[in-house]
């Protein structure tokens, strides 16, 4: 009989602690399995975005958006439109990934220490790198035509043929914009297939770009670059404005204007 309460004793005992342990599910590699945990809040404002199909279409509509803004840049920075567009393709995952979406910052730019405008913490490199944010997207390519022309690192750039995206490609790379090796023949490939290097086209006058197209508006339809053949009355005559709502907005004195000027219209 003593026999027996023992065993009822050890019995009691084996099923009591089985039943106290905490059960710790483990997710083999390829598993597609996933272990919930609780992790200390981090300091991130932006987060992954779920993945969105990129179509021909997707890709050809960025373009077309972002088209006008980029030859404007090159006429007034003169870096290649076929460049600007396509590192703008490239670097923003084609307007979907989560910087782009979130920061408006097309080019992956990150703060540096000259940076004094908005910020925000993304994982690239390494965690919680600073990223610039923008209220615009136009602001980001802005800001991009200003970063390769401020200071000395990508002086060696606008030594090159404006027109050879190729040279263009290799010098981002060797001047570290990117840290992938293989971001020349990305680029290359993209402005190629999409054939951007049409956006190219364009002629200097001076030192600058003129275009001798169609009117160009840009940043958000603020701005507005004078054409061959505009006066003041025409200019407001396409935005619906008076001459003198259009001196009174760029504090003009006289009506002078010049080819290749920047107008605010809005």
């Avoid at 404002?45 to 050809?60: A, C, G, H, Q």
């Avoid at 990508?154 to 190729?166: A, C, P, T, V």
Wanted: a positive charge.
């Amino acid at each position: 009989m003593k026999k027996i309460n023992v065993l009822l004793i050890l019995a009691v005992l084996f099923v009591s602690c089985n039943t106290n342990k905490s059960v710790i599910q483990t997710t083999r590699k390829g598993s597609k399995n996933t272990v919930s945990r609780n992790y200390s809040k981090r300091s991130k404002t932006i987060e992954s975005t779920p993945r969105v199909k990129v179509t021909n279409d997707l890709i050809l509509n960025y373009i077309e958006k972002y088209s006008v803004i980029a030859q404007s840049n090159m006429r007034t920075y003169g870096i290649p439109a076929s460049i600007i567009l396509g590192q703008a393709l490239l670097e923003s995952g084609y307007g979907t990934a989560a910087l782009c979406l979130q920061a408006n910052n097309h080019f992956g730019i990150k703060c540096h220490k000259d940076w004094a405008g908005s910020s925000v913490q993304y994982d690239d490199d390494t965690k919680g790198e600073c990223f610039r944010k923008y209220n615009d997207p136009f602001d980001s390519f802005r800001d991009h035509a200003v970063f390769l022309t401020s200071g000395s690192r990508y002086s060696q750039l606008f030594s090159l043929d404006i027109k050879d995206y190729k040279a263009w490609a290799r010098g981002l790379k060797a001047a570290g914009y990117a840290t992938d090796s293989q971001y020349p023949s990305k680029l290359i490939t993209l402005i190629e297939r999409y054939e951007l290097y049409n956006y190219d086209n364009v002629e200097f006058v001076g030192e600058r770009l003129a275009n001798n197209s169609n009117a160009r508006v840009y940043n958000n339809n603020r701005d507005y670059k004078v054409q061959q053949g505009d006066t003041l009355y025409s200019i407001s005559k396409k935005f619906n404005l008076t001459v003198d709502e259009l001196k009174q907005k760029n504090n003009f004195e006289d009506n002078s204007i010049a080819i290749g000027q920047t107008i605010r219209v809005k």
